[in-house]
Nanobody
């Protein structure tokens, strides 16, 4: 079955960086468009970024454009999200997702 396991979250100060990883299994990762979504405390799910199956094309929410970079390693079945210049409003649970599935999430907390 589809498994998506996120890691790399943590507590960081404003302006800091984190790299999230998502280990994928149970489906053909190299053929899959993948996304990151997040959920801040008390709010709904927010789309963050998506990348096409080959990793050649990515899109970003305006709130993270220029600060976050999504990438995927099809040889390792792993999706990444490099997050730089983090802000307190980036505090959320971050989920790796594909159509019909998402992982358990990893907590990112940015202190001011």
């Amino acid at each position: 079955q589809v498994q998506l396991v996120e890691s790399g979250g943590g507590l960081v100060q404003t302006g800091g960086s984190l790299r999230l990883s998502c280990a994928a299994s149970g489906f053909t990762f190299s053929s899959s468009r993948m996304s990151w979504v997040r959920q801040a405390p008390g709010k709904g799910l927010e789309w963050v970024s998506s990348i096409n199956s080959s990793g050649s094309s990515a899109s970003y929410a305006d709130s993270v454009k220029g600060r976050f970079t999504i990438s995927k390693d099809n040889a390792k079945n792993t999706l990444y999200l490099q997050m730089n210049s983090l802000k307190p409003e980036d505090t959320a649970v971050y989920y790796c997702a594909k159509p019909g599935a998402r992982g358990q999430g990893t907590q990112v907390t940015v202190s001011s």
